[in-house]
């Protein structure tokens, strides 16, 4: 069997070795084609950045029930969560902003919590105190909390931030109502992107809201303060002996009250005769409510209380003592204890 074999020539080729011009083509026509699909594998890559997401769920902010009456500062938190997803290692910026809530405000540290034309005044914070406010809402005074998160392996990362509120003492005159706020909306969102925080809030351009309320309750509440009541000295009680001391009742604003005096430490049934005594003598004495020491002041609601309504301010109460003309005891120091009581 005869067998053809190409003829090589020194330092030439085959014609096997030549290159066919349609089989280059082809080949060009291949890479091309793979090149392209390297690209369009490309931007599918920058389709899925694209599609990364951000969530923000907020926490209710309840303060415990606070007395205004105390003037002093009650803080609650709440917890503010960032979760997002997307390419692993991917790094994400995130700015949550808080607006002024459906009570209004006039800066990030003045928002109110209201129950009808009723307003309590508190702010919102951020770790360290800081005012947290919106970087859209101009008349907050106050940035945005921004921080950037860095998703795992898996392509996920979350991130918790504690907001602190504060309802501000010296609010004596609020009325005893449920207040609150709602955030909703613009007013509570984040902006989030594939750059950090750190360039600007207003370069994060996806977003996502959601809704909390931030509540309190301010309950009816009374307090009293007593003074002495000193009748001084006498050498004999032959005629009366009168003076006035007071006590002070505050109350939250519109609540009513009833003040009573107990029957002190001889438990005298008629407020007009009570005793202050010395081991097993006494002197005989009288607490009132008019300075002509006609109207007792005793315990028995409706009788012999003394009526009132708070403002929320002190509201000073005087009460008048009298030391009716008796037999003198013995000379020393007499004394009685009288427990006041404000019912509301």
Not at 123 to 142: C, F, I
Not at 251 to 272: E, H, I, K, M, S
């Amino acid at each position: 069997m005869q067998r053809a074999f190409p003829l090589r020539t020194p330092g030439g080729s085959s014609d096997h070795d030549r290159a066919d011009p349609m089989s280059i083509r082809s080949l060009l026509c291949r890479m091309m084609a793979c090149a392209a699909l390297i690209l369009a594998g490309m931007f599918t890559t920058a389709g899925h950045v694209a599609a990364q997401s951000c969530t923000l769920s907020v926490t209710p902010m309840i303060f415990n029930p606070i007395d205004v009456t105390a003037n002093a500062q009650v803080d609650a938190t709440a917890t503010a969560t960032v979760n997002c997803s997307g390419l692993p290692l991917q790094l994400v910026g995130v700015c949550i902003d808080l607006g002024p809530g459906s009570g209004g405000a006039t800066d990030a540290t003045s928002r109110f919590m209201v129950n009808g034309a009723q307003q309590l005044r508190y702010g919102l914070y951020s770790t360290g105190m800081v005012p947290w406010g919106s970087s859209t809402w101009a008349g907050g005074a106050a940035n945005p909390v921004g921080f950037n998160i860095t998703l795992s392996l898996g392509g996920t990362g979350s991130r918790a931030e504690i907001i602190t509120g504060r309802v501000y003492g010296g609010q004596p005159t609020v009325a005893p109502l449920a207040y609150a706020s709602t955030f909703t909306g613009l007013e509570a969102r984040i902006r989030y992107g594939l750059l950090s925080f750190l360039l600007g809030c207003n370069l994060l351009t996806s977003s996502q809201t959601t809704t909390f309320t931030v509540t309190a309750n301010v309950p009816p509440t009374c307090r009293v303060t007593t003074n002495l009541l000193d009748f001084g000295s006498a050498g004999i009680l032959g005629s009366a002996r009168d003076v006035a001391s007071n006590l002070t009742p505050t109350c939250t604003n519109g609540t009513a009250y009833q003040v009573g005096l107990d029957g002190g430490l001889t438990g005298a049934t008629n407020p007009a005769q009570r005793r202050m005594a010395k081991g097993a003598e006494f002197v005989t004495y009288g607490l009132y409510r008019d300075g002509s020491r006609t109207l007792p002041f005793g315990s028995t609601a409706g009788v012999d209380t003394l009526a009132g309504t708070g403002t929320g301010l002190a509201q000073a109460v005087t009460i008048h003592g009298r030391v009716p003309s008796q037999t003198t005891p013995s000379p020393g120091l007499y004394t009685d204890t009288i427990v006041a009581t404000v019912v509301y």
